[in-house]
């Protein structure tokens, strides 16, 4: 047996030297997820102390305004992280693009085996943040939110799904996969409610709507 354990340990000890050489990296078998947003129960107290305001214009917006994709680590962009986090048997190569994997999108229930047929939505997306008051942040709060690994502000899900929201709020756009609509009033209010931002009257009552029924 000592000897079996042995050649065991040095297959094991080659690998590791083969993907350190190759530099692949190789994500964990199960699927991770964005951080859990809080619980209904919380969203709904958190809806209750949102500012209500109607949006304000989207005069003076750009992307540009929100530093997004910056380095996390390495070659890594905060796109790439997630895209590992998110998705299943994900192979980076030594530039951290993701070379394989598959990504199932909560939006509307799809799984995707090439990397490019996903996006990384903002859950509160850049112009909507915009409208409701991030146009008085300074530019390193707006790439910290456009950053955010910490709160449930990015997920990867199906590319066109993710257009088709564009800069929508609730009041106006929810994921067409009805199962996880509660998931995603959960994580608006979250992210909302820790960033400080205004609710407009329609998209309260949209979010009040989903989280009575969670």
């Known amino acids: 047996?000592?000897?079996?354990?042995?050649r065991r340990i040095a297959v094991v000890a080659a690998s590791a030297a083969l993907a350190a050489t190759t530099g692949l990296l190789t994500a964990p078998t199960a699927q991770a997820a964005m951080p859990t947003p809080?619980?209904?129960a919380?969203?709904?107290?958190y809806l209750g102390q949102l500012t209500v305001s109607a949006e304000s214009s989207s005069t003076g917006y750009s992307r540009?305004?929100?530093p997004h994709w910056i380095t996390q680590s390495g070659a890594c962009n905060t796109r790439e992280v997630v895209l590992k986090r998110?998705?299943?048997?994900?192979?980076q190569d030594s530039?951290?693009?993701?070379?394989?994997?598959?990504?199932y999108s909560q939006y509307d229930g799809a799984t995707w085996s090439a990397a490019s047929d996903v996006d990384i939505d903002h859950m509160v997306p850049?112009?909507?943040?915009?409208?409701s008051g991030a146009s008085s942040w300074t530019t390193a709060q707006r790439q910290s939110f456009a950053n955010d690994l910490t709160r449930p502000q990015l997920i990867a899900v199906t590319d066109n799904v993710n257009q088709s929201k564009s800069d929508q709020?609730?009041?106006?756009?929810?994921p067409p996969r009805t199962a996880y609509r509660c998931t995603y009033a959960r994580a608006w209010v979250h992210v909302k409610h820790y960033y400080g931002m205004t609710v407009d009257s329609t998209e309260k009552s949209a979010l009040q709507s989903v989280l009575n029924g969670c």
């Open 1 to 6: 047996m000592s000897g079996i354990y042995a």
């Open 38 to 40: 809080v619980s209904a």
């Open 42 to 45: 919380t969203a709904r107290t």
């Open 64 to 66: 540009d305004k929100f």
């Open 86 to 91: 998110d998705g299943t048997n994900v192979v």
């Open 95 to 103: 530039a951290c693009a993701a070379t394989s994997g598959s990504w």
């Open 126 to 131: 850049l112009a909507e943040a915009w409208r």
């Open 169 to 174: 709020d609730p009041g106006e756009w929810l």
